[in-house]
């Protein structure tokens, strides 16, 4: 059997917020297994013990240019310390002007974002002078280029949701309209072809463990099961959900009426995935006052 040591049990506690008696429960029935572990606690606290997966823990913003036709666009997100410095002047600038470079460049990933020429130095230059004058650390954390099939909108929210979105017909108010919806409703893929499969077979695990606990009968296990998934894949796929400005339409029926397609979308929340480290101020004037 897997040995369960504290630290586990305190990630599993710090991702599902479930009582930590029955994460070190979860984590000894899954022998150790973190993900399985959480979705034994989801089976016991219902999405609750999911709140981790959006939980935003790292600070910065994310940048958006489009050239004037619509037809190429990127975006890019540039984490910081604090939020204080994601609302610096000279902060903003750096990532406007990074947005721009990105979309006339060819560069393939970030490690080839920061060798690109940049007022009169490379984009690393750059980014180590910004350093030293605003005294955080800085990091072009990663981005998306696009080439249209239709034309090109964006919406940012607060800084810390970016969305770029390729939309084939309609007009600048749906691409605008479909934008916005993506950032509030957030999906995980255009349609159902772009959820993978262990999401699906994790929803399906915890649907039929959720129905055993109920004492529902073994032959509706399944079709309780595909239910729940159908269910998952409506609240999850863009063209599903339901218009957050007029829940008569789902967008793709909005879309159809519009006589538009969405050729693909993106979206960046700040910091996304990303744990940032809790101070214990009280731990460290402790330690000081032993010096």
Same mark, same amino acid.
């Given at each position: 059997?897997a ?14 917020? %479930? *009582? ?16 399985? +572990? ?9 999405n609750? %013990? ?18 004037a036709?619509?037809?190429? +666009? /990127?975006?890019i ?6 939020? =204080? ?17 990105v979309?006339?460049? #060819? ?9 690109l020429?940049?007022r009169?130095?490379t984009?690393?230059?750059t ?7 605003? &005294?955080? #650390?800085?990091? *072009? ?6 080439? !249209? ?8 929210? &607060?800084? $810390? ?7 084939? +017909?309609?007009?600048?108010?749906l691409?605008?309209?479909? %934008?916005?919806?993506?950032? /509030?409703?957030? *999906? ?10 262990d ?12 129905? $055993?606990?109920? +004492?529902? *009968?073994? !032959? ?29 339409f789902?967008?793709?029926?909005l879309?159809?009426?519009? #006589?538009?397609? @969405?050729?693909?979308?993106t979206? =960046?929340? @700040? ?10 101020? /009280? ?9």
């Amino acid at each position: 059997m897997a040995e369960i040591t504290a630290s586990m049990v305190k990630e599993l506690r710090e991702r599902t917020d %479930a *009582p930590m008696m029955d994460c070190k429960k979860a984590l000894t029935e899954a022998e150790g297994d973190m993900t399985r +572990g959480e979705e034994i606690l989801r089976v016991r606290f219902g999405n609750k %013990a999911s709140k981790a997966a959006g939980r935003v823990a790292a600070e910065g913003t994310v940048g958006v240019s489009i050239s004037a036709d619509g037809k190429t +666009g /990127a975006m890019i997100e540039v984490n910081s310390e604090t939020d =204080f410095c994601a609302k610096n002047e000279d902060f903003l600038k750096f990532v406007g002007e990074l947005a721009t470079l990105v979309s006339t460049s #060819n560069a393939a990933d970030i490690a080839a974002v920061s060798a690109l020429a940049m007022r009169g130095a490379t984009v690393e230059e750059t980014r180590a002078q910004l350093v030293g004058k605003i &005294g955080e #650390n800085i990091t *072009p954390r990663r981005f998306v280029k696009i080439s !249209a099939k239709g034309k090109l909108a964006s919406y940012i929210h &607060g800084s $810390k949701i970016g969305v770029l979105v390729d939309l084939v +017909g309609g007009d600048d108010t749906l691409a605008k309209d479909i %934008a916005m919806h993506i950032a /509030a409703a957030k *999906p995980k893929s255009l349609d159902a072809s772009g959820i993978s499969q262990d999401l699906i077979d994790a929803e399906r695990r915890v649907a039929i463990e959720k129905a $055993k606990e109920a +004492g529902k *009968p073994e !032959a509706m296990l399944e079709k309780i099961a595909d239910g729940t998934v159908q269910k998952f894949l409506k609240e999850v796929t863009l063209l599903s959900q339901v218009f957050v400005k007029d829940d008569k339409f789902t967008i793709e029926s909005l879309l159809k009426s519009k #006589n538009a397609s @969405v050729a693909s979308f993106t979206m =960046f929340v @700040v910091g996304e995935g990303i744990e940032k480290a809790v101070v214990d101020y /009280a731990a460290e004037v402790a330690a000081a006052a032993k010096v």
